[in-house]
């Protein structure tokens, strides 16, 4: 396997992307001067190097010197009485961007599977993750509006719900069915927080 093939086959690893649109990122990235070439390696050294997995909500972003916390995990002004369970990182980049939420965040790490194929929630990490939580009086589910996100919503309800006396809520239907968090604008976040049930 040569240098092009390599690139195009560790591109092809990133979600959406398929051998054409690789093949093209390739190509583009040898279109471009040295200089740019330069600076998207270091970038992504420094991304590598500085970009860690907070302790608690278990999103990759800069870490505080003192603390294993991200920004909004070490943010004392949020409230604690709120946790809102996302999917994926971008999930919190675009619940953030609405400005409608003030609480802490859990994110998953993807959704259980309906059909069999593999899903994957990370279970253990929450359990883990809610013993500290004395002051948590909701829990938000805000997983996508799709079969698998429909699916481990409900599981998660059922297990939370096990033992505790905490609310439990989901987020409201601004969301299209099969809409992804990731891709929903502010205004329909924001709806979707207010009318969550």
């Known amino acids: ?10 591109f092809t690893q990133f979600p959406g992307i398929g051998p054409r649109q690789a093949r093209r990122f390739v190509f583009f990235l040898l279109r471009q001067n040295a200089g ?7 970038a992504i050294s420094d991304v590598a190097e500085h970009a860690q997995q907070c ?9 505080h ?21 996302v999917e994926k990182d971008t999930d919190i980049d675009q619940m953030e961007k609405s400005g409608a939420y003030s609480g802490k965040y859990f994110v998953l ?12 929630i990370r279970e253990q990490e929450l359990v883990k993750r809610l013993e ?8 938000i589910l805000a997983l996508s509006a799709t079969t698998d996100g429909e699916y481990t919503s409900d599981y998660l309800t059922t297990k939370l719900s096990e033992g505790k006396d905490i ?18 604008d502010a205004t329909t ?6 009318n969550r049930v």
């Open 109 to 120: 790490g993807g959704t259980l599977s309906l059909t069999g194929k593999k899903g994957f």
């Open 189 to 194: 976040l924001k709806q979707a927080l207010k």
């Open 132 to 139: 500290g939580a004395s002051e948590l009086s909701e829990i």
């Open 36 to 42: 740019y070439r330069s600076t998207l390696v270091h």
């Open 167 to 184: 609310k439990i809520s989901t987020l409201g239907r601004g969301l299209s069915t099969g809409s992804e968090l990731e891709y929903a």
């Open 55 to 63: 302790t608690h909500c278990l999103r990759y972003a800069r870490l």
């Open 1 to 10: 396997m040569n240098e092009l093939e390599k690139l195009t086959e560790l």
């Open 65 to 85: 010197a003192q603390k294993p916390l991200c920004n909004l995990c070490a943010d004392s002004s949020r409230t604690e009485e709120e946790l809102m369970l």
